[in-house]
């Protein structure tokens, strides 16, 4: 295992965790590879989140007008569209998470993915 996948691992572990301590129910698909890699359910509300990790990275220059340690986002593919799949962004310093869209809005999937 190369480190980008040691830390793609590292990554979800720390999502877990991160659901765990907020007593949701957190479930990891068998394949490998695939456009979700948790599901979380919200005991509470019973909503159903679909996530993809990916270890936070922030740009070191300046590029195409953004500033210097600006957020590199990653941009979902057509079925996570369609899926409604939430990206996952884990700090492996620090061990924060910021999700994109946040929780607090609404991810439907979009029709047309």
Known sequence: MDLRQQEGRIAE???IEFFLRR???V???LAAQGPVDLVVVD???GEVILLDAKKDSKRTKGWQGRSPNHRIHRTRNPIQKKLGVR???VNLDDRT???VPSLDKPCPPE???
Do not use: G, K, Q, S
Request: proline fraction near 14%; charged fraction near 10%.
């Open 13 to 15: 572990a720390i999502l």
């Open 23 to 25: 007593n949701c129910y």
């Open 27 to 29: 479930f990891a698909p």
């Open 43 to 45: 005991p509470e509300t």
């Open 87 to 89: 990206m996952a962004y």
């Open 97 to 99: 998470v910021y999700i």
């Open 111 to 113: 029709p047309d993915a």
